[in-house]
Nanobody, 122 residues
Framework: VQLVESGGGMVQPGGSLRLSCAAS????????MSWVRQAPGKGPEWVSA????????YYADSVKGRFTISRDNAKNTLYLQMNSLKPEDTALYYC????????????????WGQGTQVTVSR
């Protein structure tokens, strides 16, 4: 199993970024997927999750209305569109494979990528 995130960077408050996660080594379309972030000095925070096929999506309250998770099963790729970014969104963002069906509380996760850094600052 391999998960490789990309698309992070530095952006000003109010800006946008689109993260991607390229998956390989497993049947991508059979698994729910999630995004998790970790800010400096803090523990991991679940951000969003998406079901395997139906595409039902779930978000943490902190990002609801600003972030959109999506997936392209033909390309084995997970996305996170982040709009109206705030300084408190600064973190290392990871994609992770779900081992349980995603719900409003997220999902249990087994494999993680290496992360991509998102910095929101003037």
């Amino acid at each position: 199993v391999q998960l490789v995130e990309s698309g992070g960077g530095m952006v000003q408050p109010g800006g946008s970024l689109r993260l991607s996660c390229a998956a390989s080594g497993f049947t991508f379309s059979s698994y729910g997927m999630s995004w998790v972030r970790q800010a400096p000095g803090k523990g991991p925070e679940w951000v969003s999750a998406i079901n395997a096929v139906a595409g039902r999506t779930y978000y943490a309250d902190s990002v609801k209305g600003r972030f959109t998770i999506s997936r392209d099963n033909a390309k084995n790729t997970l996305y996170l569109q982040m709009n109206s970014l705030k300084p408190e969104d600064t973190a290392l963002y990871y994609c992770a494979r779900c081992t349980t069906i995603p719900t409003v509380r997220g999902c249990r996760r087994d494999y993680w990528g290496q992360g991509t850094q998102v910095t929101v600052s003037r």
